[in-house]
């Protein structure tokens, strides 16, 4: 893929807009998969979380991607190396959280003959069902709730990176008027 095939959108730069989808998809994911501690509402839950939070990985990536881009074209300072530093470690978290939640799925789905493409995923689908079945409700409630956590903390590492870009940007804006005024 050209690397530069996502620097700017409209005319626009791409890196505002892009980091909406994990800013978004990451959290979404997150609370999802905390649902689906419900057992009423897991497998609708986990497919939705699984499918968040893969976008949210993919997002995190395209945002990481446009910003380093947008990095070479502005005023370098600290806020924006530590809001690089932030961006880059959210891939990392979003991309556990997002193999982690397929995981959960494949165990949750296994465990009640549910996975799609058995026949396909054999070697996969062999090794993982006999393992699923012996495990408890109150195992697969722990294993959803180890999940959630690491969700968390992606959600909140997302959190951070937006903020250091935010203060980043806005630092030293100063606001003169309070709107109002004749345009």
Not at 112 to 129: H, Q, Y
Not at 144 to 172: C, E, L, P, R
């Amino acid at each position: 893929m050209n690397p530069q095939a996502f620097d700017s959108l409209g005319g626009i730069p791409s890196h505002p807009l892009l980091v909406h989808i994990p800013v978004v998809l990451v959290p979404v994911a997150m609370l999802l998969m905390l649902l689906s501690l419900w057992p009423k509402v897991r497998t609708s839950a986990l497919w939705g979380a699984s499918g968040a939070a893969v976008g949210g990985f993919i997002g995190a990536v395209l945002a990481a991607g446009s910003g380093e881009s947008l990095e070479h074209a502005v005023k370098r300072s600290a806020l924006l190396r530590h809001h690089t530093q932030l961006g880059d470690q959210v891939q990392g978290y979003a991309g556990v959280f997002a193999v982690l939640a397929i995981a959960t799925l494949v165990i949750h789905l296994s465990r009640i003959d549910a996975l799609p493409f058995e026949k396909v995923l054999s070697p996969v689908s062999k090794r993982i069902t006999p393992l699923a079945k012996k495990l408890s409700a109150g195992a697969v409630a722990a294993v959803i709730a180890f999940v959630s956590v690491v969700g968390i903390v992606a959600t909140w590492q997302t959190y951070n990176a937006g903020h250091s870009g935010a203060k980043a940007v806005w630092n030293d804006t100063k606001i003169t008027s309070t709107g109002g005024g004749d345009d």
